[in-house]
């Protein structure tokens, strides 16, 4: 069972959420993000340490694994990235492709390495450690307009494929998770460069999608499961989307 959890992204979405059903579970909580406001507002919240950092910079993972250190992390929860665009393959931008894969793809890289050595150290004494990282249904579902993101999430999901075989015969677990629409409050504002209208779309006549509360729970119910269970992978969508492409619009009806 974890007890001492970093998790990135936690100023907003999802890793917010994580970090606050993380505390309701009595676990102490390591929140990272690149918002100090939003930070100190959580840390009031749930009394979680914090640490400001922009995973996209070295020096800024380098103190993450620092601060991990004296944490004493025994689980790292990499839930930072984002999508930018929904434009077709021949006009999407490089700098919405280059943004995605350093968010998305070597920010989780990069912040894997640096505190794997100390999720070596907590597994001393016979303890487990974990490594979970949050991808999208956009990993292994195409959809039209999503080039980027599913490159960059389907090269997040290689990674932790590959992390899961090099960690063979450490007890270290490795777990991936998938969700596919949820509502929050950043993510298609985000993506549409801040359009309030295109991005309240994306969720227009949908019935029930996911929130981010809704995924926390599902995470840290993984998490909460004996050290030696490992999840390898798993998907979560609203009952109205069968596919990344395939989204019911208005009521769902019994038949």
């Known amino acids: 069972m974890s007890t001492s959890i970093v998790i990135t992204g936690a100023s907003s979405g999802i890793g917010r959420a994580c970090a606050v059903a993380a505390a309701d579970r009595g676990w102490r909580v390591l929140a990272v993000a690149r918002r100090e406001d939003r930070l100190r507002s959580l840390a009031e919240e749930i009394g979680c340490e914090t640490l400001v950092a922009d995973l996209t910079r070295a020096e800024d993972v380098s103190r993450l694994a620092i601060a991990a250190s004296d944490f004493g992390a025994d689980t790292l929860v990499n839930v930072a990235g984002g999508a930018k665009g929904l434009d077709p393959v021949e006009t999407t931008s490089d700098d919405d492709w280059r943004w995605m894969f350093e968010a998305n793809v070597l920010a989780t890289k990069n912040v894997t390495g640096a505190l794997l050595p100390q999720l070596r150290r907590a597994t001393e004494g016979g303890s487990y450690a974990t490594i979970m990282t949050v991808t999208s249904i956009a990993a292994t579902m195409p959809y039209s307009g999503g080039s980027g993101y599913n490159a960059a999430k389907a090269a997040e999901k290689a990674l932790t494929d590959v992390l899961r075989l090099e960690v063979s015969g450490e007890p270290i677990r490795v777990m991936e998770v998938r969700p596919g629409?949820?509502?929050?409050?950043?993510?298609?504002?985000?993506?549409?460069?801040?359009?309030?209208?295109?991005?309240?779309?994306?969720?227009?006549?949908?019935?029930?999608?996911?929130?981010?509360?809704?995924?926390?729970?599902?995470?840290?119910?993984?998490?909460?499961?004996?050290?030696?269970?490992?999840?390898?992978?798993t998907t979560i969508k609203p009952v109205a989307q069968t596919h990344a492409w395939l989204l019911h619009k208005g009521p769902l009806q019994a038949k």
């Open 181 to 233: 629409l949820v509502k929050t409050e950043e993510f298609s504002l985000v993506r549409f460069g801040g359009d309030q209208e295109r991005a309240a779309k994306v969720y227009e006549d949908v019935q029930d999608p996911l929130s981010a509360e809704d995924v926390a729970r599902v995470m840290t119910d993984l998490l909460a499961l004996p050290g030696h269970v490992s999840v390898d992978e």
